[in-house]
């Protein structure tokens, strides 16, 4: 251990997913700073607001990967494993290797644990002191019931239905060229599918109402932590109360309900709808734990509502943005599933089998996720002091486009993903380890199943061939990727 790079415990480690590199982020403690260990090289900016400005300045521009590669390149030539700096209030360090995302996601509970800035805990109300690592356990429990592979098969049908549902409303009128703004779209279409699967609601005033929230949720999350009349902060804390309160009333009425067939008709009970909120309200423990209040669910269930609504959203953007601007990807995903299109009958709807022959249209959403992955990531904190290759930090920007790991890295190229696919570790968007994203499966189909509707029923040209998706803090389209949009129509294939 002498003469290494030691991590305090106590510190933050933040895990980021930005367009194509993880950094992993711990802070320098002064615990830390008093010992003999060497410090990851590295400047912690300003006081208090550290390096966030150029992070942010970065991230708008729409090459957030630039503020790790800059630094790589100015600590170490571009071999930098880790440097340290100071974002959103904390010194931290962050890890630029596949190594350092196997390191970080193989030791969870054990080095470091889940943490969140005390902004969250204002914005969703949490009075008590939260353990946010025993936390996401119990949460991981609770929903993967619903969300394990074999659950997800059973939902193909319904995300079809829900699909067609949606451009029958919203695109079918197209019945010459015109223009819309797929952004505003495809918000409608992903709020509406995870509000019949996670609620079992089609209300479209009410999805209308919890859209609402969410939006200054989100707002609130980035902005300054003031409380005051008229902020955005303010009026995310609001909204949070808001939406939540809609939602355990919710639950207080599925209960009633529930009872009530369950007195009048068991078989009918048990061949009703199994959304999300009912798999919770079921839900049985044997080793002692408490059983979900109104309260804990509600809570769980609005945070599965924002966890999969801005990035399911930014992935559908960022491929149809890839798709259009690449013709030889467009034209080989719209053979795939022309074909799939065609050995269905008249109203049948997609099922498992169906999507597991997308197997191209899953490597073009891949690589897509490896240059723009949706989200930034997460939050870890250091349990215990740990000394890793002298340093300590993980970062997305480090492997996503890292020639030691993808060759071209820039090259759109969707056959990395055939066979075995990228070196264990390169290639993180719903993280690893324990701690890989429950909603994978889930995420996977309802991009799929969404992509198959969309090109098999409409053709389409970028009215601003050379829009970009722009970070603030997660990916966006700058102008709303307004399209030119028309009906399709084909030859069947010989």
């Not at 829900?162 to 709020?191: C, M, N, P, R």
């Not at 980035?222 to 939602?247: H, Q, Y």
């Not at 829009?467 to 294939?493: C, N, Q, T």
Request: net charge neutral; charged share 25%; with cysteine.
């Amino acid at each position: 251990m002498g003469g290494g790079e030691v991590v305090s415990g106590g510190g933050v480690v933040m895990w980021e997913c930005v367009n194509g590199e993880f950094p992993t982020l711990l802070p320098c403690s002064p615990r830390q700073q008093a010992t003999s260990y060497q410090l990851p090289p590295g400047s912690t900016g300003w006081p208090i607001i550290g390096e966030t400005l150029q992070y942010l300045r970065t991230a708008r521009n729409g090459v957030p990967e630039k503020f790790v590669a800059d630094r790589r390149r100015k600590y170490s030539d571009g071999s930098c494993k880790v440097f340290k700096t100071s974002l959103l209030g904390e010194p931290m360090a962050m890890l630029c290797t596949a190594a350092g995302n196997k390191f970080l996601f193989s030791n969870e509970n054990k080095l470091v644990k889940t943490w969140w800035p005390a902004i969250f805990e204002k914005l969703f109300s949490n009075t008590e002191k939260i353990d946010y690592s025993k936390q996401a356990v119990r949460n991981r429990k609770d929903i993967f019931p619903f969300l394990k592979p074999d659950a997800v098969r059973k939902h193909v049908g319904v995300m079809d239905q829900v699909a067609k549902g949606h451009f029958d409303t919203y695109w079918s009128s197209l019945d010459q060229e015109q223009v819309i703004k797929f952004h505003s779209l495809a918000k409608k279409y992903t709020l509406s599918l995870s509000c019949r699967l996670f609620l079992n609601i089609e209300d479209s005033q009410l999805i209308a109402k919890l859209e609402k929230s969410i939006q200054h949720i989100n707002k609130g999350l980035v902005s300054l932590p003031v409380d005051l009349p008229g902020t955005n902060f303010n009026r995310a804390i609001r909204a949070s109360n808001e939406m939540k309160k809609e939602i355990e009333t919710m639950i207080v009425q599925r209960k009633i309900d529930v009872m009530n067939l369950s007195l009048i008709d068991r078989e009918a009970l048990a061949n009703a709808p199994q959304d999300l909120m009912s798999s919770l309200l079921m839900q049985t423990y044997s080793d002692g734990e408490d059983q979900l209040t109104e309260d804990k669910i509600a809570k769980r269930l609005c945070g599965v509502l924002l966890a999969s609504y801005d990035s399911i959203i930014n992935t559908l953007c960022s491929t149809v943005m890839f798709m259009s601007q690449l013709r030889p990807v467009y034209e080989s995903v719209l053979k795939e599933q022309i074909e799939i299109a065609e050995s269905k009958d008249e109203g049948e709807l997609l099922n498992w089998e169906d999507i597991q022959k997308m197997k191209y249209t899953w490597n073009v959403v891949c690589e897509v996720l490896r240059l723009q992955p949706p989200v930034s990531g997460t939050f870890r904190e250091a349990i215990s002091d740990f000394i890793y290759e002298g340093y300590i930090h993980w970062n997305v920007h480090a492997t996503h486009k890292n020639p030691e790991y993808f060759s071209d890295p820039h090259k759109f190229d969707p056959s990395r993903f055939e066979g075995h696919g990228p070196s264990p570790y390169s290639y993180v968007p719903f993280g690893g380890g324990p701690r890989m994203c429950p909603g994978k499966e889930h995420a996977r189909y309802e991009i799929l199943v969404f992509m198959h509707n969309l090109v098999t029923r409409f053709k389409w040209e970028m009215v601003y061939p050379d829009e970009k998706m722009v970070v603030d803090p997660i990916p966006f389209p700058s102008k709303g990727l307004p399209l030119h949009v028309f009906p399709r129509i084909y030859v069947i294939p010989q």
